[in-house]
């Protein structure tokens, strides 16, 4: 009877002793934010963030358990204690802090623009100008007033002036219309000219028309250049409000353009964005400056550029629930490890790729 006695105290003691000493599980809600947090082919999380977390844990005696989310899943999860934490690119703001808690930022960045590059486009432009509907309706209508010019000096000179104009129809007007497009382009061979009082009136009213059509003409086709130049390149924040401008859904970059009441639309997926702005879908993508510049760089994508400017400050930090426990212990050991030689190795991938 002692002997069983024995046992069974010896059962629980070690069922408790193992309890003790199996650590629970830490779970990390995490979004795929390259080049802070990246998600190999195997399934394994790198990255200067998650670098991080993982070496707070190590010091806390704790192992991470990745869970990748979506950046509104992190935050709902964050602010009903479904996870521990929450690691990416997060900014740290006023509204995000009313739901939940952020250790002190570990890295400061800004919102950046990407922009399809047309300085080695203007030739493209040109030509989508010339082989376009308007364009070509108006050379239809310039040919089509030339014809009528060339027609009314025809009839005025073909008794008078027969050698330049006369002959039969077809060559007196085809004379009449070369005389009015010399006349219009300001060329003046000198070739054809009206030699009667009814044909120089005209020849005199056309030139002075000529030089207001052709005034106008000009001025209208630069014009259409430069708006097709500008609705593709943005120069600063506020020409965003008059072109196709996109971001993901959720983020700071998001509230920042509904701020400044820009219109837009969202996705889920930076590359994706990148990569149709390439292809001419969107003319400005706006996000994380570091993100935006990772994406241009591994996808080769030479026709995106990111303006030199960053818009507004960010901090990234690490979300945890409100109150918890362990966020002193996460403050102190992230300023060590941000203060450290190693921190300084990781970030080289973000700024030196």
């Known amino acids: 009877m002692k002997f069983i006695y024995v046992l069974l105290l010896a059962v629980i003691t070690t069922s408790s002793l193992s309890a003790q000493t199996t650590p629970e599980p830490f779970i990390v809600g995490i979004k795929q934010t390259p080049p802070f947090t990246i998600k190999t082919e195997d399934g394994k999380w790198e990255g200067p963030a998650v670098w991080l977390i993982e070496q707070i844990l190590s010091r806390m005696g704790k192992t991470p358990t990745f869970k990748e989310m979506t950046l509104p899943q992190i935050f709902d999860a964050i602010e009903n204690n479904k996870i521990d934490a ?23 960045s800004g919102i950046g623009i990407a922009v399809l590059n047309t300085d080695t486009e203007m030739w493209i432009l040109v030509l989508r100008n010339i082989f376009s509907v308007r364009f070509l309706q108006a050379v239809f209508s310039l040919l089509l007033l030339l014809g009528i010019v060339g027609l009314i000096v025809w009839l005025a000179e073909r008794k008078h ?5 006369g002959g039969r129809p077809a060559q007196g007007i085809g004379n009449g219309l070369w005389w009015s497009a010399v006349t219009m382009t300001t ?10 009082f009814l044909g120089r009136i005209i020849g005199l009213v056309w030139m002075f028309m000529a030089i207001i059509i052709i005034s106008g ?8 250049l430069t708006r097709d130049s500008l609705t593709n390149k943005v120069q600063e924040a506020r020409d965003l409000a008059s072109v196709k401008t996109a971001t993901i859904k959720g983020s700071t970059s998001a509230t920042w353009l ?13 590359e994706s964005l990148l990569k149709e702005l390439d292809q001419g879908k969107w003319d400005a993508v706006v996000y994380d400056k570091p993100v935006l510049e990772y994406y241009v760089a591994i996808d080769n994508l030479h026709r995106v550029d990111i303006l030199k400017a960053t818009f507004t400050r960010e ?24 203060q450290s030689t190693a921190w300084q190795d990781q970030l080289y991938q973000v700024t030196n790729r």
């Open 86 to 108: 929450g690691v990416g690119a997060l900014s740290i703001t006023s509204e995000r802090e009313e739901r939940m808690d952020f250790t002190h930022s570990y890295y400061e």
């Open 187 to 196: 060329v003046g061979y000198g070739d054809k000219a009206p030699k009667s």
């Open 161 to 165: 002036n027969r050698q330049q104009f």
């Open 315 to 338: 901090n990234y930090g690490i979300a945890l629930p409100q109150h918890a426990p362990y966020r002193e212990k996460f403050d102190v050991t992230l300023l060590e490890l941000t």
């Open 217 to 224: 003409f000009t001025a209208g086709f630069a014009s259409s």
């Open 258 to 270: 509904a701020t400044l009441r820009i219109p837009y639309r969202t996705s889920s997926s930076i």
